[in-house]
């Protein structure tokens, strides 16, 4: 029975994926940051007798991270598999973004991911076996704005995986990238701000909110992430990165068919049939 421990288990994908590979027979240790939120997934364990244990863990505190990891440890020998998948929403100008609350997404959404993988490493290494699957986001393949904090946390993290891949095949550690799209989720539900309509960059913050809620009449489920992150860990062919969802493919292909040029000029003002055309054209996507 393989140990896995995950991030970010209250709700949403983390929520999915805890369930998902306990009943595929996973022995999984779903974290999160507030035990009080944990009673969904113990209930659901409790009833279907899966091998699934709750336990808090904060990744934005160093302690806490240690104390958690170190607990799997005591109570299963070893982390086969850690899953990251705890994360904020920052959106917003770059020049309107407070910088604490850049430093907050960039704590929880990179540091925190980091810090885990660098605890979890020694032990992996040592046996040579283990994977580690952090969950970025489209959104770590395409800058738009104004998604300036999450967008740049999700870069940082994209790349930080893809050194930790080279640096760790030689120990036999498998590393994956999973990379939702628009996924049905309390924080992306939620975490969208009203926009400021005094703002010099309100016509962003519009067009983000305008296709969102397109792609979220018919989203795709955190249950599909579970099955992508469950298939990069079993999978005889192993990738890096696995977006997942139909706008996925179609953001990240858009993207690379476009010179850098053409998609800043995604900047100019832009009259709602113009935008319409370009995501059509680029994305493939009605909005």
């Known amino acids: 029975m393989r140990i896995a421990l995950i991030t970010g288990t209250s709700t949403g994908i983390g929520q999915a994926t805890a369930l998902y590979l306990a009943r595929r027979g996973y022995h999984v240790f779903a974290s999160m940051r507030n035990l ?14 899966l091998p ?4 808090q863990l904060d990744v934005d505190d160093p302690i806490s991270a240690d104390r958690a990891v170190l607990t799997v440890q005591q109570k299963a020998g070893r982390i086969d598999v850690l899953i990251n998948n705890a994360g904020i929403g920052g959106d917003g100008a770059v020049e309107e973004t407070p910088e604490e609350l850049v430093r907050a997404v960039f ?65 036999n550690i498998r590393v994956a990238i999973i990379e939702p799209g628009v996924i049905l989720t309390p924080m992306l539900t ?5 926009p400021d309509l005094k703002s010099p960059y309100v016509d962003f913050t519009l067009r983000l909110h305008r296709a969102f809620a397109k792609r979220l009449e018919a989203p795709s489920q955190p249950e599909v992430v579970a099955a992508a992150i469950h298939h990069a860990l079993e999978t005889d062919q192993p990738k890096l990165r696995y977006p997942v969802g139909e706008e996925a493919h179609h953001w990240i ?35």
């Open 190 to 194: 939620k975490g969208m701000r009203q």
């Open 107 to 171: 704590e929880t959404n990179f540091f925190g991911v980091m810090r885990l993988v660098r605890t979890v490493l020694p032990g992996m290494r040592q046996r040579r076996a283990g994977a580690i699957v952090n969950v970025t986001s489209v959104a770590g393949r395409l800058a738009i704005s104004p998604q300036y904090a999450y967008a740049a946390s999700k870069f940082a993290l994209e790349a930080a995986t893809e050194i930790l891949a080279q640096e760790v095949r030689r120990f």
């Open 52 to 55: 699934l244990e709750v336990i």
């Open 253 to 287: 292909t858009g993207r690379q068919s476009v010179t850098d040029e053409e998609w800043i000029d995604f900047g100019d003002e832009l009259t709602d049939h113009d935008l319409a055309a370009r995501y059509r054209k680029y994305f493939a996507m009605e909005i």
């Open 36 to 49: 009080e939120k944990g009673a969904v997934l113990t209930d659901v364990a409790n009833a279907e007798r």
